[in-house]
């Protein structure tokens, strides 16, 4: 917990190096829980890319009070749970199930051959 508040104070200062350092201790397990929670390892890897955006953007505003691994699977979990609902919200379905709309509406042909019979 001392190293990570060491880097997240080096990070604050603008050395770049301390947020790879913070990067690559965490990565992984992240990595390893977002794909366990999701389907996809793609989406997986974007949602651990985004909350080390977020992360590296509010550092300025960010302090430890506990563990950082802590932190930021929470941050992935909830990440996770909000694609998850926005998807449940959306109903995203598969198009190639999907009957063919039908409709009550005369296609163009049908309104010339219906005005040539009056």
């Not at 989406?43 to 302090?63: L, M, P, Y």
């Amino acid at each position: 917990m001392l190293e990570d508040k060491l880097l997240i104070w080096k990070v604050k200062k603008g050395d770049k190096s301390a947020f790879c350092q913070i990067y690559e201790k965490y990565r992984d397990d992240l990595l390893r829980i977002a794909s366990g929670l999701m389907k996809e390892r793609a989406v997986a890897e974007d949602v651990v890319h985004d909350v080390f955006v977020t992360f590296i953007h509010s550092v300025d505003r960010f302090k430890l009070t506990g563990s950082l691994r802590g932190y930021l699977t929470t941050c992935v979990v909830n990440k996770i749970r909000n694609l998850h609902r926005t998807k449940a919200r959306h109903g995203t379905v598969n198009i190639d199930g999907i009957d063919p709309p039908i409709s009550d509406l005369k296609r163009p042909d049908q309104w010339i051959l219906q005005d040539e019979a009056f």
